[in-house]
C-alpha cells in the first residue's frame, strides 16, 4: 500500500515558500533560545535550590524571578514557528498530532501548569524547590510531546501502525528509534544553554559561585552531548546518517562545525571556571556555545528537509502568488513593535540604578 | 476530511474546541478591556500617590499571569485543537491568512512585551513613560482583536473570496465592521468587570477613582455591543437571518412559563451559591462577614417563603415547567444550545444591574457580586459565539469549505469517482478493519459525519437512526447525497453526502448496525 500522505492544499502561499522558511528558522532559533532559558533555567535552578547550599540560596533566589517572564516570551516567541510551521509542512504535522491526539492535547494542560508552578518557584523570601522541580519535569512533559509528534511526522511509514495500533488517538504506540535520543539531546541542550547564561550572569554581577556553577553545567552538559547526540546520529535511517557524516555535503558541514563549536565551547568553559568573578573569559565560550547551539537548531531543520525530500517533499517547491501589501504591512508591524520595545528598553535601563533585578 | 480523523467518543472532538475556545476567547477579550482599564487608571494615577501607583503594578502582574499563563496558553490550546478536529479546515484558512495571523503575532509579541515591562519594572518607569505602555499595551491587544476579527468573520461571510482568493477580499467582509464594534463591546464590559472584582475591596480613597471608569467601561461596553449585535444580524444573508430567528422563536418556547421557573429557579440558586461560597470562603481564613450574611439570607429566605406561600400549588408548577423546559423533551439538540445561549444573553442584565448599581451606590458593590458578573458575562458572551458558529453551518467556511473538512467543489468529483477511491485516510482505515463493507461504511462516517456527530453520546446518531431499519438508513444517507435543495431538505443544516451511491449504502449500513441492525 503507498503510504497515506494526504493530498495537498491547493492554495497557493502568498510568498516565496524561501520566504516563509527564512521566517521559520529565525522565529524557530529566537523560540528555542528562549525555551532554552526558561525550561534550562528552571532544570539548573531547581536543582541548585533542592541541594540547598547556602552559597547558592542568594542568587537562586535573585534569577527564579526572571523564570516566569522568560516563559512568556518563549510562548510567545513560540507562536510564529508554529505557524510558519503548519503552512510548510502541516500535512506531515497535522497528521501525526491526529494520530497521537489525545496525548497532543495534554500539551497544553502541561504547559499551563508548568508555568503556574514556575511562578510558585518563589515568592517573597522563600524558595519552593520542588515546585520549580516539578514545574520543570511537566514543562520537559511538552518538550516530549513536541519531539514525539515532529519525529512522527517525519515517519509516513509508521503513520498507518499508529492509527490502527490507536485508533482514537489514544497514545503513542509506534516510536522511531531516533525518538529518545532526541529527547534526551534537547534536554542536555536547554541544560547547556541554561549554565552558559548562569556564567555570563555571574560574570556580569561579579558572582563567582553563579559563574563557577553556570560554567559547570554548560561543560559538562555538551561533553555528555557526545553521548546522545552520537546515538541520534546512529538512529537516523542509512542515507541520512550518510549525509551527515560526510563534511562536504551541507548538512554534514553544518553538523560537524556546530560539534566543533560546542567541544571547543567546553573545554574553553572548563578552562574558565578557576578564572575571577568578571566576564573574562567567558567571551569565547559564549560565542562558541552560541554559535553551537543556533548550527544544531538550523541543522535540526535541515534533517527534516532531507528525511521530507526523500518522500518527493520539498518545501521550497510549493506554488506561490505573491501578496506584496500584506508582507510590507507585517514589516511595518515588526518595526513598530521593535522599536516600542527598544524605546521601552532604553527608559527601563536609564533608571536601571534605582532598582536592581 | 483531507488527514486522519480523530474520533474521540462520547464527546466529539467539536466540543475540545468548544472548551479551550471559551475559555480563550473570553480571557482574550478580558485582557483587551483591562489593557484599557489600566491604561485610564495609568493616566489617573498622578493624583493617586504612592499607594495607587502600587496597586497599579500589582494588577499590571496579575494581568501577565492571566494573560501569560492562562491567555497565551489556551491560546496554543486553541492552535492545537483545530488542528486536531479539523486539519483540512486549519490548513486552508492558514494558507489564505498567515500574513494575518503573522501581523497579529507582532501585535501580540507587543503586548506580552509591554506588560512585562509594566509588571517588572514598573518603579523604573516615570509615571509619563508608565502611562505610555499602559496605553500601548492596550493598543497592540486591540489592535490583534481588529487582525483575528477579519478571520473569524471572514468563516462566516467570505464576501469576494471564494472567486478571488485574496486576502484582503475576505478580510474585509460584511460582518467585519459589526463584529468588530461588539467584540470591542464586550472587551469594554469583561475588562470594566474584571475592574469592579480587583477594585471591590480596596482602600476608599482608592476604591472611587477605580470603580467609577470600570462601571462606564461596562455600561458603554453593553451599549456598543447591543446595537452593534443589531448591526451584526442585518449583515447576515437573508436566508441566515430567517434561520436564526426559527432556531430562536423554537427555543424560547412557552417564554412566560420559562420566565416565572428561571426567576425562582435563579433566585434559590443564588441563595444557594451565596451561602455555600461564603461558607467555604470563611472556612478558608477569608473575611465576608458573617454577620451581613446571615441576614442577607434570612431576609432571602423569608421572601422566598412568603412568595411560595403566596403562590403556592402555581410556583411548583412553574418549576416543574422550568424543569421540562430545560429537558426539552421532544426538541433537538440544537435548540437545547440555543436555550442555553438564550439564557446566557440574559445573563447580560447581571453585569448591567452590577456596573448601573455601582455607579449609584459604590459601596455595595463586593467582589463576590462583581466576579459572578465576570462569569455571567463570559457565559453570556460564549451564548453569542456558540450562536454564531451555528449560524456558519454546515459550513467551517461559508460556501468554501463545509464542517467535515470537505471543500464544495470537492463533492461533484467524490460523487462521481468514489469518496474512498479519492482519499487515502480513509482507504487507511477500512484497510485497517479489513476492507469489509462495514469497515468502509465507518471509514465513510468518521470521514464524513464525526465533526458534528458522535456513535453513542453527543448529537448521537445511533439514537437518531434508532428508529431506521436499515434500508431507511440507506435511503437516509443516499438522500443526503442530494445536491437540489428541493430534494435535500437537510442541505442547509449538513453537508451532502460525497461518495457515490454504493458508498452511500455502506454508510447507511454502518448507520443501521450502530442499532445491531
Known amino acids: 500500500m503507498p503510504l497515506p500522505l494526504p493530498v495537498p492544499d491547493p492554495l497557493p502561499l502568498p510568498l516565496p515558500p524561501g520566504l516563509f522558511k527564512a521566517l521559520l528558522v529565525v522565529t524557530g532559533m529566537l523560540h528555542l533560545l528562549a525555551v532554552n532559558l526558561a525550561v534550562g533555567g528552571a532544570l539548573v535552578l531547581s536543582v541548585h535550590a533542592l541541594r540547598g547550599r547556602s552559597s547558592d540560596r542568594e542568587w537562586v533566589a535573585r534569577l527564579v524571578p526572571l523564570l516566569p517572564p522568560a516563559i512568556t516570551f518563549a510562548i510567545t516567541l513560540g507562536v510564529a514557528p508554529l505557524l510558519f510551521l503548519q503552512l510548510l509542512y502541516g500535512d506531515f504535522f497535522y497528521t501525526a498530532s491526529v494520530l497521537m491526539a489525545a496525548p497532543w492535547l495534554a500539551f497544553i494542560a502541561l504547559l499551563m ?82 549554565g552558559l547564561l548562569l556564567a555570563l550572569w555571574g560574570g556580569w554581577r561579579g558572582h563567582g559561585e553563579a559563574r563557577r556553577a553556570g560554567l559547570h553545567w554548560f561543560a559538562w552538559a555538551t561533553l555528555s552531548q557526545l553521548l546522545w547526540g552520537g546515538w541520534l546520529l546512529m538512529a537516523q535511517p542509512r542515507p541520512l546518517m550518510k549525509r551527515l557524516m560526510h563534511i562536504e555535503t551541507m548538512e554534514g558541514f553544518t553538523l560537524w562545525i556546530s560539534v566543533a563549536a560546542g567541544l571547543a565551547a567546553a573545554h574553553f568553559a572548563l578552562k574558565a571556571r578557576k578564572g575571577e568573578a568578571s566576564l573574562k573569559g567567558l567571551w569565547l565560550p559564549f560565542a562558541l556555545g552560541l554559535l553551537s547551539v543556533l548550527g544544531m537548531i538550523w541543522n535540526r531543520d535541515q534533517l527534516r528537509d532531507m528525511a521530507l525530500e526523500a518522500l518527493g517533499f520539498r518545501s521550497c517547491a510549493l506554488p506561490h502568488a505573491t501578496d506584496g501589501l500584506s508582507f510590507v504591512i507585517f514589516l511595518i508591524t515588526v518595526a513598530a513593535v521593535a522599536l516600542l520595545i527598544g524605546v521601552m528598553v532604553r527608559w527601563i535601563r536609564s533608571h536601571a540604578n534605582e532598582v536592581a533585578p | 476530511m483531507n488527514h486522519p480523523v480523530w474520533d474521540l467518543p462520547g464527546l466529539g472532538s467539536g466540543w475540545i474546541i468548544g472548551i479551550i475556545s471559551i475559555i480563550h476567547v473570553s480571557i482574550a477579550h478580558l485582557v483587551v478591556g483591562v489593557g484599557a482599564w489600566l491604561a485610564v487608571m495609568e493616566s489617573r494615577s498622578r493624583e493617586g500617590g504612592p499607594d495607587m501607583a502600587l496597586w497599579i503594578q500589582g494588577r499590571a502582574k496579575a494581568l501577565l499571569w492571566l494573560s501569560g499563563i492562562f491567555g497565551a496558553g489556551t491560546g496554543v490550546g486553541i492552535w492545537l485543537s483545530i488542528g486536531l478536529v479539523n486539519p483540512t479546515a486549519t490548513q486552508h484558512l492558514i494558507r489564505a491568512f498567515v500574513m494575518a495571523w503573522a501581523i497579529e503575532w507582532a501585535l501580540f509579541a507587543g503586548e506580552m512585551a509591554t506588560l512585562v515591562g509594566l509588571a517588572y519594572f514598573y518603579h523604573r518607569l516615570k509615571p509619563n513613560q508608565r502611562a505610555v505602555l499602559a496605553w500601548s499595551y492596550a493598543l497592540c491587544a486591540w489592535l490583534s482583536l481588529v487582525v483575528i476579527n477579519g478571520i473569524i468573520t471572514f468563516m462566516l461571510t ?145 421572601l422566598f417563603a412568603a412568595l411560595i406561600y403566596a403562590f403556592g400549588g402555581e410556583a411548583w408548577r412553574a418549576l416543574q415547567h422550568f424543569g421540562a423546559w430545560l429537558k426539552g423533551a421532544g426538541i433537538p439538540g440544537l435548540t437545547h444550545g440555543f436555550r442555553w445561549a438564550l439564557m446566557g444573553l440574559g445573563a447580560f442584565l447581571v453585569p448591567a444591574g452590577v456596573a448601573l448599581g455601582t455607579l449609584l451606590w459604590p459601596r455595595f458593590l463586593t467582589r463576590f457580586m462583581a466576579t459572578v458578573a465576570l462569569l455571567l458575562a463570559c457565559w453570556g458572551f460564549g451564548g453569542f459565539e456558540w450562536i454564531r458558529e451555528v449560524a456558519r453551518k454546515p459550513y467551517v467556511i461559508r460556501e468554501v469549505m463545509y464542517a467535515n473538512g470537505i471543500r464544495k467543489d470537492q463533492v461533484e468529483a467524490y460523487q462521481k469517482g468514489g469518496f474512498l477511491a479519492q482519499n487515502v485516510w480513509a482507504r487507511t482505515f477500512a484497510a485497517s478493519k479489513g476492507d469489509t463493507d462495514l469497515a468502509k461504511g465507518e471509514a465513510l462516517f468518521r470521514a464524513q459525519c464525526l465533526a458534528c456527530h458522535t456513535r453513542d453520546g453527543y448529537r448521537s446518531l445511533k439514537r437518531s437512526t434508532a428508529k431506521f431499519a436499515q434500508e431507511d438508513a440507506i435511503a437516509f444517507v443516499q438522500l443526503l447525497r442530494e445536491l437540489d435543495p428541493e430534494m435535500n431538505p437537510y442541505l442547509d443544516k449538513m453537508p451532502p453526502f460525497a461518495g457515490t451511491d454504493e458508498e452511500a449504502a455502506l454508510a447507511g449500513k454502518y448507520l443501521a448496525s450502530l442499532n445491531g441492525k
Open chain 1, 113 to 194: 501548569l508548568g508555568y503556574a508552578l514556575v511562578y510558585r518557584f518563589v515568592k517573597g523570601a522563600s524558595i519552593r524547590g520542588r515546585s520549580g522541580l516539578m514545574g520543570m519535569l511537566l514543562l520537559l512533559g511538552v518538550g516530549f510531546l513536541w519531539v514525539s509528534v515532529t519525529t512522527l511526522s517525519l515517519r509516513p511509514d509508521l503513520w498507518a501502525a499508529q492509527a490502527a495500533a490507536a485508533p482514537h488517538g489514544g497514545w503513542i504506540r509506534v516510536v522511531d528509534a531516533s525518538l529518545w535520543p532526541r529527547f534526551l539531546h534537547m534536554v542536555t541542550g536547554f541544560a547547556a544553554v541554561a
Open chain 2, 158 to 302: 467570505p464576501g469576494t473570496w471564494p472567486t478571488t482568493h485574496r486576502m484582503w477580499d475576505g478580510f474585509w467582509n460584511a460582518t467585519y465592521l459589526p463584529s468588530l464594534l461588539l467584540r470591542t463591546g464586550i472587551a469594554l464590559v469583561l475588562g470594566g468587570l474584571w475592574g469592579l472584582a480587583v477594585s471591590a475591596k480596596i482602600p476608599s480613597t482608592l476604591r472611587d477613582r477605580a470603580l467609577r471608569p470600570a462601571s462606564l467601561f461596562v455600561l458603554a461596553g453593553l451599549v456598543v455591543a447591543a446595537f452593534s449585535a443589531w448591526f451584526y444580524f442585518h449583515e447576515l444573508s437573508s436566508a441566515t437571518q430567517v434561520a436564526l430567528v426559527d432556531a430562536l422563536k423554537l427555543a424560547m418556547g412557552d417564554f412566560r412559563g420559562f420566565l416565572i421557573g428561571l426567576g425562582m429557579v435563579l433566585g434559590l440558586a443564588v441563595v444557594a451559591f451565596w451561602g455555600v461560597m461564603s461558607l467555604a470562603l470563611g472556612a478558608l481564613g477569608w473575611s465576608v462577614g458573617i454577620r451581613k450574611l446571615a441576614v442577607v439570607l434570612g431576609l432571602m429566605g423569608l
